[in-house]
């Protein structure tokens, strides 16, 4: 899928990936191209901007620790950040059955 | 080295050349990458690839130098303006309350341009921070003007009020006014500086 068909709808799968409980960044980027069955095949270093910008709106909180000798980067869904993730469900819900219901496949009308 | 981590580092190396931003903010993406790259690495190495090649595979997953420190960029860049700002915002009463007590507040010219710069500095905290939950949001390149125009007005209120000191003032030159000019002084160095990283995010940005 087309980078640009993501637009808008990133921040809230990452989101949604977090309501599971906090996550490093790579694991957060991977869960999103598992789930999607790797239709959202972004590269990954171009996703972690993303989860930086939810942490600067406050959606996300995120700490540092020390794994193996590395510095690794966790995040954690904040309250704001799981009522902007419902938010975005409803807004979601919404836009879907409404295209859903024009795209879908219809029998050619019959001609008599 | 083992040449995983080489093929690792210098991916890393040459990103690092790239993003802009303070050196502490390019640390901590360079660190977050670097466990996401090793973490990559490892799975491939886990599915049977040569230690080296399980790395080149895991930098191509990440995208080019260029895909990254483009899609960087934004987020840096204004990370650097909501700093600057609020840099000068914090920093700047220490500055202005020895001009208060030297020329008292009619005395000081600049006022209505501090004034602007506070407000200017505000506004672009508020729309790129918590408060985009509830406020349209600045995009980088107008974040960084904005921070650009506060340190424009922050080094010509210096210049103003040490020029009306100098050329048109009835107090003397006495400790309280060192400490006011030295202060305003210090502070110019500084927004030169400041001034110079914004015209460097600039570049970045324009070239991401």
Redesign the interface.
């Known amino acids: 899928m087309r980078p640009e068909a993501l637009k808008g709808h990133l921040d809230a799968l990452l989101l949604a990936v977090l309501e599971a409980g906090p996550q490093h960044g790579y694991a957060v980027i991977d869960t999103v191209r598992e789930g999607s069955g790797g239709t959202f095949d972004l590269p990954t270093g171009t996703v972690y901007p993303a989860l930086h910008r939810l942490e600067r709106s406050g959606f996300v909180h995120s700490r540092w620790d020390t794994v193996g000798g590395r510095r690794r980067r966790t995040y954690e869904l904040t309250l704001a950040g799981r009522q902007a993730l419902m938010a975005e469900r409803d807004v979601w819900d919404t836009f879907s059955t409404a295209v859903s219901a024009l795209l879908a496949r219809r029998p050619w009308p019959t001609t008599s | 080295m083992a040449h995983d981590l080489v093929t690792i580092e210098d991916y890393l190396s040459a990103l690092a050349t790239r993003l802009p931003g303070s050196r502490r903010a390019r640390n ?2 360079l ?6 790259l ?3 690495a490892a799975r491939y190495r886990d599915n049977g690839r040569p230690s080296r090649a399980a790395a080149e595979a895991a930098v191509a ?4 130098v260029d ?2 420190a ?3 960029a ?2 840096l860049v ?2 650097q303006a909501r700093q600057i700002i609020a840099a000068l915002i914090v920093t700047g009463p220490f500055v202005g309350v020895w001009w208060l007590l030297l020329l008292t507040p009619a005395g000081v010219p600049t006022l209505p341009l501090i004034g602007a710069a506070v407000l200017t500095g505000l506004l672009v905290l508020a729309t ?3 408060l ?2 509830w406020l349209p ?1 600045t995009a980088p390149a107008r974040a960084l003007t904005g921070a650009t125009t506060v340190v424009v007005m922050c080094i010509a209120g210096d210049i103003g009020v040490v020029t009306t000191f100098a050329v048109g003032s009835n107090a003397g030159f006495n400790g309280l006014a060192a400490v006011a000019v030295g202060a305003s002084l210090v502070r110019l160095g500084c927004s030169v500086h400041l001034l110079r990283a914004c015209l460097g995010a600039r570049r970045a940005l324009d070239s991401a």
């Open positions: 901590a993406v660190d977050e990458l670097r466990d996401g090793s973490e990559l997953d990440f995208g080019t895909q990254v483009a899609a960087f934004g987020e204004t990370r790129t921070g918590g985009t939950r949001s």
